[in-house]
């Protein structure tokens, strides 16, 4: 994987981009409580996605030379990561328990589930 994706910000920013343009997409077909939900999940799960890249293909020496290049005091990176599943998760459940209509049905308790779950 390459380097760009090494820093969690930009992982945050690419997922944050790509959950923007899902959210946006499905607002035109969809009820606006589910593409938020939506959303929101496409986001956490882009983040995962793209941390997973980075970390699995990751051997011995690999591990090695990414540990080199590691920030041991990353505060900024965790306080943003740390606010944005926080707030992911209220706003989630706070749609699924606050929208009527299809929020509350099947559909919109999985990815309110997926999105806890992801964040």
Known sequence: MARIWH????????????????????????????????????????????????????DGDGTRASSGREDFRPVTDEILVGVACALAVVVMVALHLGAGGHAVDSLGAGITVLGVFAA
């Open 7 to 58: 820093g969690p910000r930009r992982r945050l920013v690419a997922g944050t981009l790509l959950g923007l343009v899902v959210g946006v997409v499905l607002a035109i077909t969809t009820e606006p409580g589910i593409a938020i939900m939506v959303g929101i999940t496409a986001a956490e799960l882009a983040y995962l996605g793209l941390s997973l890249a980075v970390l699995l293909p990751l």
